[in-house]
């Protein structure tokens, strides 16, 4: 609560009378990110609405019944979106991987969403790991410093993009989400488990790092802080 307290301060990420459509795929991080914000939608002194959004990719195994469940019981308002990603996929998808792919897919029904009912606000739960495995994967592969933004407005101009979770571990999210009990829904997606990715080796460099560097997070997100903001003031 206080590194998701900290960074909506520090970005400024949420502003009264905010719309909030939050993305929830049914894992540990975007489960949890449900939790912190409906706790805050209660007891911050910032008032805003808060939707949730499932996209099922209609990948056999996916079963969403415990997110809807869970959602109706939280009293929150959500969407459930359906599209046949893979399928799409093997017929449209050239010189891109599928996971590309899916997320840009993604992306454009969340914001289509957001435009249909009204939500200017877009939240995504990539936590500190993500934005410093997107770092390297960046200075690595694309002779850039660049990682995910905090805070950043679409190319279009009408809906904000928000990551509360920057200053998270991923070993805090998922602490949390089985000590709560979260319905976690497991990952199906057969580009999952094909050969290791690029994100997966960044993963496995930092967590060899970081057992002789113990302030090796720390450092990458003072690094990457001024590179984490771009929304309007």
Not at 4 to 29: E, H, N, P, W, Y
Request: proline content about 6%; charged content about 25%; overall charge neutral.
């Amino acid at each position: 609560m206080r590194k998701v307290g900290r960074a909506i301060a520090d970005f400024k990420m949420i502003r009264d009378g905010d719309r909030i459509l939050l993305g929830v795929s049914g894992g540990k991080d975007s489960l949890t990110l449900l939790q912190v914000l409906s706790h805050l939608q209660r007891y911050a002194p910032v008032e805003f609405e808060l939707g949730v959004i499932t996209v099922d990719p209609e990948i056999e195994g996916f079963d969403p019944a415990p997110l809807k469940a869970y959602y109706e019981a939280l009293g929150v308002s959500w969407v459930y979106a359906e599209q046949p990603i893979m399928e799409e996929a093997r017929e449209n998808m050239s010189g891109d991987s599928f996971c590309a792919y899916c997320a840009r897919m993604k992306r454009g029904i969340m914001y289509s969403t957001c435009r249909n009912q009204g939500y200017n606000v877009l939240a995504l739960a990539q936590h500190l790991d993500d934005l410093a495995e997107s770092l390297m994967m960046s200075l690595f592969h694309g002779g850039q410093m660049r990682t995910m933004k905090a805070h950043y407005v679409n190319d279009a101009g009408d809906i904000r993009i928000i990551r509360p979770l920057v200053y998270c571990r991923e070993t805090q999210t998922g602490e949390f989400a089985v000590k709560a009990g979260l319905p976690i829904i497991p990952d199906s997606c057969p580009a999952c488990f094909t050969k290791p990715t690029q994100r997966a080796y960044m993963k496995q460099l930092l967590a060899r790092e970081e057992r002789s560097n113990s302030h090796l997070f720390a450092n990458m997100l003072h690094a990457m802080k001024p590179m984490m903001d771009e929304a309007p003031p």
